[in-house]
């Protein structure tokens, strides 16, 4: 990772960017996220396995954004999350340089969002094949029996929203579950009102999702929740062939209309 | 505290057959907050209103729910009732219970329930209801007519001498549209061009009326009332103040073989010319396309014969911004031509020609100075067959509609043959005659009956050529199907009228609706006919479906009236029932993050940006935010909006939530 580590220097000593977005060694043996800004400690940044947590997430917090221009570290995941942050206008591409790492853990000189389109064009951008496979075991089930599945799964939800803090494409300032006048969902953790958010959850990652299994990751009681917005990813893609997150000009296929959108799940 | 107070109107017989209305009134009594209730005969009648005003200030209402018939048909009535009581009308709320329950349902104590249920919900949304006032949106005097056809002018001249400015735009050189091209109008047979040119005139001398010629609609924003409108136009390369229009230059043009648009290909026009000779301006362009100078760089000859130095070839095209009020769109129509038809050979064989060429030939001022004569040698034609519904009324060409002006043109161009040619023969083949309008039937009789016009009911299905002359196949319906074969010097087809060329391109531009032909589509086929879906917006002629003159120029009128109205107030008054993005305290300012996925979703374009500055000008946040001219209230946004930050005047969420509880609980 030497090219990383200089190029987050190279940055930093030219003040080029005012904070490095990366990860490094927690005192667990978990790698964390760091938040560099001194070009002194950019040896501490690492990059292997165990960096798994979608950074993209921190590039809209109020926080972050307090240090200025941001250089982040980016995976398949993370850049594709940056090309719908600037699709939805929250991230402005003038304000992040892109250091890219391949999914082998090369770095990738990423010079511009052109140079990401491009190589995100190159990716497989389907589910992660271990989710494909879950997903397709929940796919022949009958309804009775997925409704069960889902049922057992989110009995166990506390509603403690980390599905929705590590999730970077909720970036609400106020979430829907916060709207009291009226209270969509209910406040407590009860089994209508858990399956009450996670649909609404993936109702609002429809066509947005990235499929990077960070909710999932997230859970804290290990509710498979990344598993529905993934397969709404699927859904999306199937119906209208559209992948979230490979330019930085995405129309939100949820509120456009093509004429040649398929209409078969109109029924 | 709210005092609601609700009032069950008997709707005559129309609810209390089915519903016990005083039941009604009774149980909603005794509802929480529920000041006042009562029941009567017929609340929208004088007494009844009196009643709702009386109680009203009687019990000092905070809110009332007049349970009657649909909101379509009376809230404006009740609404006005309450204004009229010193409470604000949006505090009135009708439930229905006509439509909704007393005629869908038989007398029993479930129908009287429902009844019940209907008028809660109501009594508690309006408990929540907030005093809302009208929108007052200023209104720009100006109006825009597109198009410069016989509804174009007449629209234009309408709105004008009501005293308002007008700006009139036209695609081509010349204002006229087809009506100029035509030879004699029917019923009458007045000469087309002796009626319309004196409106062409006063188009150019009326001093409310800016005519841009050869000029095209670019673009539009903006909302009823307050349009801005984009306007190209194209380069004439001269200058117009200049030219006196001496036409000496389209004389000595040495680019003299161009089909000429006019004569509909049947004669030819300089590079440098003026359309016809009537035409408004009566200036020539220089048709880049074709003109040497253009092509080869070199030429010029204008310019050097042009007596007061008026041509300029580096002339560019001029992009006018204007701010206008109201729009009346007038781009006419096209007919169908070659390669549509390969079964009649039109294109194919010289003599095989359409509606508006056959005109040409008839017109005093067409290539042949009014004679019939066929274009292959110049001979007159001894037999003539006219082919109707060439392409109208035929599914399988994908045109199922009438072209409604074919039937009486083609017992015009008949007659005018008859008249030309009195040795010759003119036969008509087909589907049905359509004469239905003042003196049109009686103008069919006499092609029949007294200029022997010979009509054959039936279709033709090939034409081909055979010895210089045109073989027509056709069948006779009412011989029982009998073949029947013509040997014709002349076939001339009533082709289908369709959209204008450009037609779907202008309806994008103007996010105006239009139909799969590509015709603008009207508000409402009946009861809106002149009006499209944006308000503002207005349809004349035959850029909507086919249409004769006095069709075109009777909706021209009407969409000026429409015009009239709307500018004779100064300020345009709108329900507030539209949708707005929620402010909160600083620093959020407000939930919304600026995702704008609503912008996309918007029907209206009613979805703009608004910046939060600091006092040195920099920006916090940028948000969503309504245009009240614009919005409609359909609600699209409240329901994407994932945040919940946009929510709607008069059916807010919290409303809507709390009449589905209001269902839910019990009581």
Redesign the interface.
Same mark, same amino acid.
């Given at each position: 990772m030497i090219n990383l580590v200089s190029r987050a220097d190279e940055l930093l000593e030219s003040k080029a960017v005012q904070v490095v977005i990366g990860y490094e060694a927690g005192s667990t043996g978990k790698a964390r996220p760091a938040f560099i800004t001194d070009p002194s400690k950019t040896g501490s940044l690492i990059f292997d396995d165990r960096c798994v947590q979608n950074l993209a997430v921190y590039l809209t917090k109020k926080e972050v954004r307090y240090f200025g221009k941001a250089a982040i570290v980016a995976t398949l995941p993370i850049m594709r999350s940056i090309m719908m942050l600037i699709s939805e206008q929250q991230v402005f591409a003038e304000n992040i340089v892109v250091l890219g790492v391949s999914a082998e853990g090369k770095y990738i000189d990423i010079a511009g969002i052109e140079v990401m389109q491009q190589y995100i064009a190159t990716c497989d951008l389907g589910n992660p094949a271990k989710d494909q496979e879950t997903l397709a075991m929940l796919n022949k089930m009958s309804t009775q029996q997925k409704f069960d599945f889902w049922q057992k799964e989110l009995s166990k939800c506390i509603k403690c929203y980390a599905c929705r803090q590590a999730c970077p494409m909720c970036y609400c300032t106020r979430c829907a579950v916060e709207c009291n006048q009226p209270q969509w969902i209910p406040v407590q953790s009860n089994l209508h009102g858990n399956t009450d958010w996670h649909i609404l959850r993936a109702m609002h990652l429809a066509g947005r999702c990235i499929s990077c299994g960070e909710c999932g990751r997230a859970c804290p009681v290990n509710i498979p929740c990344h598993l529905l917005t993934m397969h709404m990813a699927d859904q999306v893609h199937n119906y209208f062939n559209v992948y979230a997150g490979t330019t930085d000009k995405m129309s939100s296929v949820m509120s456009t209309f093509e004429p040649n959108d398929k209409e078969s799940f109109i029924q | 505290m709210a005092r609601i107070g609700v009032f069950v109107c008997h709707c005559g017989e129309n609810i209390s057959a089915t519903v016990d209305c005083h039941k009604v009134a009774e149980t909603v009594g005794k509802l929480k907050h529920v000041a006042f209730s009562t029941d009567y005969k017929y609340m929208c009648s004088d007494p009844g209103q009196t009643l709702i005003k009386e109680a009203i200030k009687e019990h000092n209402l905070t809110g009332i729910v007049v349970s009657a018939c649909s909101p379509r048909m009376h809230e404006p009535t009740f609404r006005k009732a309450a204004a009229e009581a010193g409470l604000n009308p949006f505090l009135c709320e009708m439930a229905n219970l006509r439509e909704h329950c007393s005629w869908v349902h038989e007398k029993n104590d479930m129908t009287t329930d429902k009844a019940i249920d209907l008028v809660r919900t109501l009594v508690e949304k309006v408990k929540i209801n907030s005093a809302l006032q009208p929108i007052k949106v200023p209104v720009t005097k100006t109006a825009l007519v597109i198009g410069g056809g016989i509804a174009g002018i007449q629209s234009a001249l309408d709105i004008a001498n009501t005293g308002h400015k007008v700006i009139l735009v036209e695609r081509s050189p010349s204002i006229g549209g087809h009506m100029s091209q035509l030879s004699e109008t029917f019923p009458t047979l007045d000469c087309s061009q002796c009626i319309l040119t004196p409106r062409m005139v006063e188009v150019a001398q009326h001093p409310n009326i800016t005519l841009y010629t050869y000029a095209e609609v670019e673009g539009l924003d903006g909302f009823i009332g307050n349009f801005t409108v984009k306007i190209r136009k194209k380069s004439k390369s001269l200058d117009e103040k200049i030219c006196t229009g001496c036409g000496l230059c389209t004389t000595k043009c040495p680019q003299k073989k161009i089909p000429n648009e006019f004569e509909e290909g049947l004669g030819f026009r300089p590079a440098i010319y003026v359309p016809f000779p009537q035409a408004v301006p009566n200036k020539p362009v220089i048709d880049r396309e074709h003109c040497t100078y253009y092509i080869k760089g070199k030429c010029k000859v204008c310019e050097v014969v042009c007596p007061t130095k008026a041509i300029r070839f580096d002339q560019p095209d001029e992009v006018i911004e204007v701010q206008i009020g109201a729009i009346v769109i007038a781009t006419g129509f096209d007919i169908k031509r070659a390669d549509f038809f390969p079964e009649y050979g039109f294109g194919k064989y010289k003599d095989v020609i359409d509606g508006l060429q056959f005109e040409r030939l008839a017109s005093a001022s067409g290539p042949t100075s009014g004679a019939i004569l066929r274009p292959s040698d110049g001979q007159v034609p001894k037999n003539i067959v006219f082919v109707a519904c060439a392409g109208s009324r035929d599914p399988a060409k994908g045109i199922a509609y009438c072209s409604k002006i074919c039937c009486m043109y083609t017992a015009k161009h008949a007659m005018l043959y008859k008249h030309k040619v009195h040795e010759g023969k003119a036969s008509i083949f087909y589907m049905d005659i359509r004469s239905a309008g003042k003196n049109y039937e009686e103008f069919v009789r006499r092609a029949i009956e007294e200029d022997y016009v010979n009509y054959i009911r039936g279709r033709v299905s090939t034409i081909y050529e055979r010895d210089g002359k045109l073989i027509v196949k056709g069948v006779d319906t009412l011989l029982g199907g009998q073949p029947v074969e013509i040997v014709a010097d002349m076939v001339v087809l009533a082709t289908a009228g369709v959209a204008n060329h450009g037609a779907e391109e202008l309806a994008q531009r103007l996010h105006v609706s239009y139909d799969s032909h590509k015709f603008f589509a009207e508000a409402h086929p009946k009861l809106k006919p002149v009006e499209t879906n944006t308000a503002g917006i207005f349809l004349a002629g035959a850029c909507q479906n086919p249409k004769d003159i006095p069709d075109s120029v009777s909706q021209a009128s009407g969409a000026a009236v429409k015009v009239a109205a709307l500018f004779s107030q100064n300020e345009l008054t709108r329900e507030p029932l539209v949708a707005f993005v929620n402010r909160t305290a600083p620093p959020?300012y407000s939930?919304c993050?600026? /995702?704008?996925? /609503?912008q996309?979703?918007c029907p209206y374009q009613a979805i703009e940006r608004e910046d939060f500055k600091t006092r040195d000008g920099k920006i916090i946040k940028?948000v969503a935010k309504i245009n009240e001219g614009l919005c409609q209230g359909c609600g699209t946004c409240v329901a994407?909006c994932?945040?919940?930050?946009i929510d709607l005047h008069g059916y807010t969420?919290?409303q809507m939530?709390?009449e589905v509880m209001a269902l839910l609980n019990e009581y």
């Open positions: - | 959020l939930t993050v600026g /995702c704008f996925l /609503c996309s979703v940028t994407l994932r945040s919940k930050s969420n919290n939530y709390t």
